[in-house]
């Protein structure tokens, strides 16, 4: 039982050594030096160690043992996993490596190992692991005497896991759980933040993740965890390199780093960009500050305030204009000459007294407060600390520049009042708590229209005049078109379309029209026979030539996530701005409107005073997306999807299913 | 003389007081604390202060002085400053605010006390300044005892050099020079950076700047600096808020940004986004050792590599491949079952031992090698920073991630390593490094040829075909085109051009010819006369319809930096997308490869197997620079600027001179 690992009551630790340099050594003083529960060492060679009577074998343990630790080398841990099953143990951790992450014997141990827990209904940590640390025992490698705190940290990389602790070790953060996952044979990270929703003792939880084992796992279950406590995901493997290297590190295939972005932003998650970026936001997400978009400067520095209004600036948050009240009030406070505006320049001879007043002025004013001090021979730190922890719960955040900073962010970490050193690390933290996701729960009922379910039947490949036919099925605009077989057909059937029209080749496979020539734009009455002589193909497609903005939609079913949908400026330099936006299917119109905004898809339809029909756009990638999910669809590009005055026409569509 | 301000003799302090709150109570106590030279207190109320027999007034000093410190009320300035003028002072620094930056009095103050130092020949610093530190004296009311060191710091803002200053005294770095600008009524940047361009104790100058003086002596000055030693930019006023805040901050005009930081990277500069970059970066140019874009990571941490390599990735750097006989060696030193690879994993139970073995086998490898370290139970950072500290030299630089990671930076320090807590604030810093700009000498020759001069003369307005003939002079292509004041014109003309031709109304003064239905495109021979009769305009051009990638280029005469030209992705996306770069007139070809580059207009000419005219491209870019210096043109418009196979044809081009 999962419990069992994460609230033992007794532990036995196999391959516990006498040995202070050896892993088997550091875990079993760790946990005996935290664990008030009965601890069993385990060991065939030595009678006992650190004092404590060891036992040969696990089975010569008569008394309940919930949790087995595993430190053998790799090939003994089959054996042990059965002797875990003999005595009924409710869950291992296998902190050995050199499994899937290693080689071909190493996957097979693994597997193996596996089914022996499945078996013996055995859950298991790791393989591969650095431990586990609960509110009552660390039973990790890493150091003793870990801060308690209300923070869980939840690793795919022991190296991070590990520095994310010493993280929480150092500042006023602690932890209640540490969980490196190891190579996730059993417990994975969704189980651990299940788990972790309904602890209390954790306030929030700090995720590095390098691949998400089951996407539908993930989409189900995270968003009803995230609006009870916030996650906070750092994803390893980013750029293209980093991806090769996540890929020997533990064995994990790491997914679309788009995807899974997008994914962390529809479960209610909160997406850094860096570990820096997550330690800072940590300072917000702990502290019991109202953070919002809306922030005021209080400043003994005009540089600073330039520096943080940049930042704000940079990061889409807006600076308040202050009430002319408060302006007035703040006339008795600044020097005299000076202009009472957001920043708040006190001036460099500021000191406690003016701090203190300034904020009493402002305290009420619904904005996030961030209140810098510069250090000089008039104030310290500390001073303008000790203003600040005055008004704790206003939506105060300091942040403090100068010979005692250090000091002045302990005062006010002691009160949970968040602390910076750099004004731009504080702007930022606050856009990653303000902007933070609402929470969508992807539903994926597969209810095909019946008519497109016949359309595509048995077929790999949907020609063109088929997908047309299938967008109509869905509701999807489209040019006005027809098929010509001959160039009598041609000229009958061209004058329904109108003019100008576009006439393409139709072929029975995906073919690129463009690059073997098989389209002609700008076809006019008189020019219909010729264009049908010239493309010289069996089949040919006639569309009306529509103008307007083009923009690209693609489909695509992604090994983790599913169906998912990605849309983008299109057109000539698609391929150069790869001003993109991914979503999770289905999407919503309200989650489309977001996408088209991310990719500047909206700049476009509304710039230059153009009245281009954005509920149509929207309408439209909801409904793809839906299509995607019904139809099984593996790939599918709708490039253009031309948008004007009158809709959103798909005008080109590929699908391959 | 200038010299008298930063190499003064004797100073004399007017404000000085005994109170010691006081601004001038604190400045005399820095001065006199650590300047071995003469020092003369004057106050008018005071006999003596701190023990020091005071002056009443200057002009009771009957020895030479170099400098005077004035720290007295606005009012009382001119009178100080005409009793310097009558003592022969060399120079003043005016540490009085409530100047140009405050209100109308205080700037008309401001232009007497200058017509005062003008008529006196005394070199000005402030007002409206902290003051100056220099290697003999402390001339400033921040804190005493200033480590000493090489590194100079100007500041347009006293908060942040204060700021600044606490970082070089808290850090390794120590300072040899800090110089407080304030509203600059003289010695401005350039002055600064001129004088510490040969001045022997400073290594590195870090400047804060909210705006150039003059852009003309900072384009001239600069490139033979930067040449002798770096200059680091963080300028204010960023957004557009901040650039709000600057302007009542120093009552500095601020620059248009984008501009700024062209012409920083012109002359050599390295522009900072933040002043953690800023701070970052100082320790890789205070270290001697080698940095390339070329990285080699060694860790005991497979997740610390991973979000290296992404920080590579992201930052454009280049993360290299180890030589066979490297890995080979590598086999030795690494775990089994490990592969020797980069980064380079030592895996969680590297001691110094194996940290130092494999740094000896990559140390000659040419490249720069991140050496992470993660604090584990088998290894500390101080360990790690030992087996760096071997070495030296060698292009190393520490990431120490735990426990003792900040006295593993101060060991790393201590000899000048850089060494960072975060992998991508390394990464960040090598790369303003690695990508430092050559510097560049503006030499704005106006050659105008002759032809070019005529047609442009006394007008404000260039007409279009007048425009095209402009192009032709400056050997910039164009299509071929003709003008038509009547149907039969445009017939008997049309022939030459070529169909399909565009036909645009040809206004005698700036319109946007498309907002007013000015063009007809896609004209064939027979549309001829009928598409001048529908733009029933008196006067038409008609040119050849040509293809391929729409360009923007633009001109603008800067108020700080002068002629100055943007380029960038045109078409209908250009507001949109805002590929844009920006360049100082005159722009080599090489610079405008640089910055179709930088704009991805090099991409668009590439992508899809294109095959674009890129040399014509750059040469119309660089024969434009040349042109916007030429003929003094305010503001020109080529948009679009179309290139094909063929080459770079300017389509439509707007001048207002």
Redesign the interface.
């Known amino acids: 039982m999962i419990e069992q690992l994460f609230k033992p009551k007794s532990i036995a630790v196999v391959g516990a050594s006498s040995d202070t340099?050896k892993?088997g050594n550091?875990l079993f003083r760790n946990i005996t030096s935290s664990f008030s529960g009965k601890v069993y060492p385990v060991n065939n060679k030595s009678e006992s160690i650190d004092g404590i009577a060891a036992y040969k074998n696990l089975k010569d343990i008569k008394e309940p043992v919930d949790l087995v630790v595993i430190a053998v080398p790799r090939d003994a841990v089959p054996g042990v996993m059965n002797d875990a099953g003999a005595i009924n143990a409710g869950a291992a951790i296998i902190i050995t490596s050199?499994f899937k992450e290693?080689?071909q014997h190493?996957a097979e141990l693994e597997e193996q190992i596996m089914s022996i827990a499945k078996a013996h209904k055995i859950r298991v940590l790791g393989p591969n692991t650095?431990g586990i640390i609960t509110p009552e025992v660390n039973a990790t490698?890493?150091?003793a005497d870990v801060k308690k705190g209300r923070v869980a940290i939840v690793?795919?990389?022991?190296?991070?896991?590990?520095?994310m602790l010493?993280w929480a070790?150092?500042s006023n953060v602690g932890i209640s759980y540490f969980i490196s996952l190891g190579n996730q044979a059993d417990v994975d990270e969704t189980d651990s933040f299940q788990f972790l929703s309904s602890n209390v003792e954790t306030r929030a939880i700090f995720s590095?993740i390098?691949g998400v084992s089951s996407g539908q796992k993930f989409l189900s279950t995270l968003p009803d965890i995230t609006r009870r406590k916030p996650i906070i995901f750092l994803k390893?493997?980013?750029?293209?390199?980093?991806a090769?290297?996540?890929k020997?590190?533990?064995g994990s295939v790491a997914g679309s780093m788009d995807i899974f972005r997008a994914a962390v932003r529809t479960v209610g998650g909160i997406f850094v960009d860096?570990?820096?970026d997550m330690l800072n936001l940590a300072k917000i997400v702990l502290s019991a500050e109202p953070i919002s978009e809306d922030i005021l400067i209080v400043?003994?520095?005009?540089?600073?305030?330039?520096?943080t209004?940049?930042?704000?600036?940079?990061e889409g948050l807006n600076?308040i204009e202050l009430p002319e009240s408060v302006k007035h009030d703040l006339l008795n406070v600044i020097p005299a000459?000076s202009?009472p505006r957001n920043?708040v320049?006190l001036s460099?001879?500021a000191d406690y007294k003016r701090y203190n007043s300034a904020l009493d002025i402002v305290k009420d004013l619904d904005c996030t407060k961030i209140v810098i001090v510069?250090?000089?021979?008039?104030v310290t730190c500390s001073d303008v600390a000790r203003a600040i922890m005055n008004y704790r719960g206003k939506g105060v955040i300091g942040v403090t520049?100068?010979?005692d900073?250090n000091s002045a962010s302990k005062l006010l970490d002691s009160v949970s009042i968040p602390a910076f050193i750099?004004p731009?690390?504080a702007v930022r933290s606050i856009k990653y708590m303000a902007n933070r996701p609402n929470p969508i729960k992807k539903i994926r009922t597969i209810e095909p229209i019946n008519q497109a379910k016949e359309l595509v039947k048995g077929k790999n490949y949907i020609k063109d005049f088929e997908a047309m036919k299938l967008m109509e099925i869905y509701g999807i605009k489209t040019p006005a078109y027809a098929i010509a077989e001959n160039a009598q057909d041609a000229k009958s059937r061209a004058d329904d379309i109108g003019y100008p029209l576009v006439m393409k080749i139709s072929p029975d496979t995906p073919v690129h029209k463009t690059d073997v020539k098989g389209v002609i734009m700008?076809v006019e009455k008189d020019m219909v026979e010729s264009s049908f002589n010239e493309l010289n193909y069996s089949r040919v497609i006639m569309q009306a030539q529509i103008t307007g903005?083009e923009i690209f939609v693609g489909g695509i079913n992604d090994p983790v996530f599913g169906p998912s949908i990605v849309v983008g400026?299109g057109?000539?330099?698609m391929?150069?701005?790869k001003?993109l936006s991914y979503g999770i299917c289905p999407v919503s119109e309200d989650e489309a409107y977001q996408m088209i905004r991310e990719s500047?898809i909206l700049?476009?339809l509304t710039?230059?005073n153009r009245d281009y029909d954005i509920n149509s756009t929207v309408r439209t990638i909801s409904k793809i997306s839906n299509m995607l999910i019904d139809l099984n669809i593996k790939e599918m590009d709708i490039n253009p999807l031309i948008v004007n005055e009158k809709g959103a026409f798909a005008v080109d569509v590929r699908i391959i299913l």
Do not use: C, W
Not at 374 to 378: E, R, V
């Open positions: 340099i892993v550091i050199g290693t080689d190493g650095i490698f890493a150091f690793a795919q990389s022991g190296g991070l896991g590990v520095y010493n070790q150092q590095y390098e390893g493997g980013m750029g293209k390199t980093g090769a290297a996540v020997t590190h533990t860096n570990i820096e400043t003994n520095s005009g540089g600073h305030g330039v520096l209004t940049d930042a704000i600036d940079r600076e000459q202009t920043p320049d460099g001879d510069q250090s000089l021979p008039m520049m100068g010979l900073q750099f731009e690390d700008n903005a400026i057109g000539i330099y391929e150069v701005i001003s500047k700049s476009m710039s230059r």
